[in-house]
């Protein structure tokens, strides 16, 4: 039920009212962003953008935990890489699009983005 998700107010404006967002959806931006980077295969449970189209959006923050404290967001990500590409340039490129992402949709500060590698997809290997 949505009365059981955590909400973030990320705008108070006057007597107009509030904008709240689900953690959930916190987490589905960053798990778009992360699987928007080349060379990252899919999150943790081998979610891929192209699952996602079939199989619904909200499985997209399968291997997202994302903790918000007074708009304050820290992320963490399990990914699955392709093979071949270099795992600190993926993860840094990873930590860029999720930080922006996040901020620039919601307003809300990302201090740390979180990078754990769970595996390699290793079908397009020679």
Do not use: C, F, H, W
Request: no cysteine; net charge negative.
């Amino acid at each position: 039920m949505a009365e059981d998700r955590s909400t973030y107010t990320i705008k108070e404006d006057g007597g107009i009212g509030t904008v709240k967002v689900a953690d959930e959806v916190v987490a589905i931006i960053a798990g778009l962003a992360a699987t928007e980077v080349k060379g990252v295969a899919s999150m943790a449970g081998n979610i891929t953008n192209e699952l996602v189209a079939r199989m619904g959006i909200k499985r997209l923050s399968n291997g997202v935990k994302v903790d918000v404290i007074d708009n304050i967001v820290t992320v963490d990500l399990t990914l699955n890489i392709e093979y071949g590409y270099n795992i600190p340039d993926i993860s840094k490129k990873v930590q860029e699009r999720v930080k922006s992402t996040i901020e620039s949709m919601t307003g809300m500060t990302v201090t740390d983005v979180n990078v754990n590698i769970a595996g390699v997809n290793m079908e397009n290997a020679e």
